[in-house]
């Protein structure tokens, strides 16, 4: 059984529990750095003399790991809490990183990569928990929307060091990067984490607290559903918004790339502010259904602009960047909540499984459907796809926390 502690929510000291939302970010971020991150040695390993499939298969190991662990460890963690989780996941990412920077063969490679994908799918649900667990309600989306900045942080790293690590020294040597971000986070957790308080398993067993949430009623399904529905615009965006700025609208790359990163960090900025406007009107699923009406809206703006050709349409690229990231961090911290402390483990773990399943489809079927019909249709499917998600969204139900 985890480890107690006489701390409450509303006895730990603000500065503690803004340390721990910082260690959750930095860990978060180590995981995406490793995972979303690795994409960006292609051109080294294409270098190496790869081809652009072989390629692609390595560094979609890291990937593949995630998404076969993450339920796996979120049952862990409602099992032996979240600081053991941090540490001991950081800790196996670690040694898998820095294993795959001294190996030779590509197959060890991919191996080494995929094991580190499954010890980074532990911070997703953990580092969610230790936030939800810790600040109280009329903060936690702000918290958490903070925290679901990591991803961006994550990759905007990676995109700055691996490819320059790897150019100047080695594929070796940009695999260390993550390796000691991960060891680092792991002591860090290790220091710095406190499991959240929950109800002893007697108390929990005559409040409801360990029954089963997915059978009371379909509210979590619903915010999985929409989760799901909503990642396929988010993907379309980031996906292909540098190839149709390069393609329709004549952009060097350079300069679509730098738009994009722009996009990126002010979508960051979005999820900070989803965060907060949900703390500030008392709900989540309300901002929620806002987002998903504000996404089709944008989408099928972006969709008729770019058809006719008009230049408006790159500021709604902009925009739609922003808008349809937001929503994450909402329906993260609606499922924490309505889960509990002895479901919300596996709860995340579900969420963020069915958004990887999800987004890893769209590359290969948005692209597919842009090489047949163009980037304008691709666009309005998207928006159609999120209209579906306004009437999923439930109503907000009675918190558990």
């Known amino acids: 059984m985890r480890e ?23 860990g978060q971020s180590a995981s995406a750095l ?25 560094v979609a190991m890291p990937t593949l790991g995630l998404v076969l662990t993450l339920i796996a460890w979120g049952w862990v963690v409602d099992r032996i809490g979240e600081r053991k989780v941090l540490v001991s996941g950081l800790g196996l990412l670690c040694a898998a990183a820095a294993a795959a920077s001294f190996t030779g063969p590509y ?3 991919g191996t080494f990569l995929l094991l580190g994908g499954m010890a980074a799918a532990s911070t997703n649900g953990a580092s969610g928990r230790v936030i939800v667990g810790w ?3 009329h903060r936690r989306g702000l918290a958490m929307g903070i925290r679901q900045t990591a991803q961006p942080l994550g990759v905007g790293l990676g995109a700055i060091t691996l490819p320059s690590v790897a150019s100047a020294y080695s594929i070796s040597a940009a695999l260390l990067v993550p390796a000691v971000m991960a060891g680092l986070a792991a002591v860090g957790c290790l220091l710095g984490i406190i499991d959240p308080p929950r109800p002893d398993t007697a108390h929990a067993s005559k409040t409801g607290l360990l029954a089963n949430p997915y059978r009371k009623d379909a509210t979590l399904w619903r915010i999985h559903g929409v989760s799901v ?13 540098l190839v149709w700025l390069h393609d329709d609208y004549g ?31 008392g709900s989540r699923m309300r901002p929620l259904r806002w987002i998903a009406t504000a996404a089709v809206v944008t989408m099928a703006a972006l969709a008729a602009t ?7 349409a790159i500021p709604l690229l902009v925009i739609a960047s922003v808008i349809t990231v937001s929503d994450n961090g909402l329906a993260f911290t609606a499922i924490a909540e309505i889960a509990g402390p002895y479901w919300s483990g596996r709860g995340l773990g579900v969420q963020n499984t069915g ?18 019909t163009g980037f304008s249709a691709a666009f309005l499917v998207a928006a159609a796809i999120a209209c579906v998600a306004i009437p999923l969204v439930p109503h907000d139900p009675e918190s558990q926390y």
């Open 34 to 58: 490793f995972v979303n991150g690795t994409p960006f040695l292609i051109p080294a390993l294409r270098d190496e003399g790869l081809s652009l499939t072989e390629a692609g298969v390595i």
């Open 107 to 109: 197959i060890l490679l």
């Open 355 to 372: 958004q990887n399943l999800a987004g890893a489809a769209i590359p290969p079927l948005f692209g597919l459907l842009i090489t047949t």
């Open 306 to 312: 770019s058809w006719v050709g008009w230049w408006i």
């Open 251 to 281: 952009w060097s790359l350079p300069a679509a790339g730098a738009l994009v990163t722009a996009a990126q960090l002010l979508g960051a900025g979005g999820r900070i502010g989803a965060g907060a406007l949900s703390d500030a009107v």
């Open 135 to 137: 600040f109280p309600p």
């Open 4 to 26: 107690r502690t006489e701390m409450t929510p509303q006895t730990i000291g603000a500065s503690r529990r803004w340390s721990m939302l910082a260690l959750g970010v930095l």
């Open 229 to 241: 529905l909503l990642v396929i615009p988010q993907m379309t965006v980031w996906t292909f918004a």
